[in-house]
């Protein structure tokens, strides 16, 4: 049986596009800058997604923002590593000096477009923010979730 594909997903040097998008990725809102997130497991009782999720994610409009509020978004010690679709991401909006502007949980997130780094590490290009449901026909959310759930249990 194959295993989940996880790895560390790390931001651009850049720093990771952030994008409010609908549910067929196409931006719909505003679109900021990461350069820190942090991780969970996926809660008991919800099969949606992958099995690791993204927990919190510190967004600004500029990446001198965004490092300045790294530490709102500290390594959480239960698990390395996050898949490609989450449920439930809080998002922590900061200004230039990383001081929190707001506070939100976004219901459907997802990381549609990454590469390898190395063995277990890769570089997350951009990642989606969406109040609903991802469409698998216009977005690669299907092929994605595919990739967390061993075979045969498709």
Not at 78 to 99: F, L, M, N, Q
Not at 111 to 122: M, Q, T, Y
Not at 125 to 132: D, K, Q
């Amino acid at each position: 049986m194959a295993r989940e594909r996880l790895f560390d997903y790390q931001p651009l040097p850049d720093g990771t596009p952030v994008k409010e998008v609908n549910r067929d990725g196409e931006v719909t809102g505003r679109v900021f800058v990461s350069s820190a997130w942090n991780t969970r497991e996926r809660p008991a009782g919800r099969a949606d997604g992958c099995d690791k999720w993204l927990n919190r994610i510190v967004v600004s409009e500029t990446l001198d923002g965004a490092n300045n509020g790294k530490a709102l978004a500290a390594p959480t010690g239960t698990i390395a590593s996050s898949s490609p679709s989450s449920r439930d991401v809080y998002i922590i909006h900061v200004d230039e000096d990383g001081s929190v502007i707001e506070e939100f949980t976004v219901p459907y997130v997802l990381v549609p477009k990454s590469a390898p780094v190395s063995a277990g590490l890769e570089t997350a290009f951009e990642i989606w923010l969406s109040g609903e449901p991802f469409n698998p026909a216009t977005t690669p959310v299907a092929e994605l979730e595919r990739t967390c759930v061993p075979f045969g249990q498709l």
